[in-house]
């Protein structure tokens, strides 16, 4: 069974960075085709992907965000880490993490962890 | 921010079929990438209930399809049930922009 859990502050204040951790078991991140995602949801509103880490230590980043985002993993310790920085009250939201599929062309995140609402305010 | 449009909100009695549509451009849908399908029940996060635009993950009930023609993909729920109460994403990822993306998210309505 696979299953991942976000963990991190609920609240965080204006400017701050925020880092938050993503611990997962039932799969591995050496594994080809694997990956581990960040996605967003702001209070009543749509998903937001941020960032995706691969087995292979290949990083993307959604290009709005690009400059505040930081995502690294520790394969020992099944764990995967987003930093963003310069937080502000349009950050408020939860955030989830999700195992990312990579398969030929087509990429997909199954399944997701329970989420994390972070809320800044100071 | 999404570059995947959805209608904000479908509605059906029980029993009946609905359809959800997601209109993207040629650099996503357009381009030959796959859709995925997430249902979110209130409170819970998203969860997968189709992939590479038509695939349904184990337990998923065939009450779900999906299909994908040119810049554009659909979900059908059939005999909706009260359960199916939820919002619905879809997912794609986008060549120039070198990202996953999502789309505006469909509130699905149980009359």
Known sequence: QIT??????????????????????????????????WIRQPPGKALEWLA????????????????????????????????????????????YCAQGIHHTASRWFDPWGQGALVTVSS | ????????????????????????????????????????????????IIYINSNRPSGVPDRFSGSKSGPSASLAISGLQADDEADYYCQSYDGSLSASVFGTGTKVTVL
């Not at chain 2, 570059?3 to 357009?30: D, E, K, M, Y």
């Not at chain 2, 249902?39 to 998203?46: E, H, K, M």
Request: net charge positive; with cysteine; aromatic share 8%.
């Open chain 1, 4 to 37: 991942l859990r976000e963990s991190g502050p609920t609240l965080v204040k204006p400017t701050q960075t925020l880092t938050l951790t993503c611990t997962f078991s039932g799969f591995s991140l050496n594994t080809r085709g694997v990956g581990v995602g």
């Open chain 2, 1 to 48: 921010q999404s570059v995947l449009t959805q209608p904000p909100s479908v509605s059906g009695a029980p029993g009946q079929r609905v359809t959800i549509s997601c209109t993207g451009s040629s650099s996503n849908i357009g381009a030959g990438y796959d859709v995925h399908w997430y249902q979110q029940l209130p409170g819970t996060a998203p969860k997968l």
């Open chain 1, 52 to 95: 995706l880490i691969y087995w292979d230590d290949d990083k993307r980043y959604s290009p709005s965000l690009r400059s505040r985002l930081t995502i690294t993993k520790d394969t020992s310790k099944n764990q995967v880490v987003l930093t963003m920085t310069n937080m502000g009250p349009l950050d408020t939201a939860t955030y």
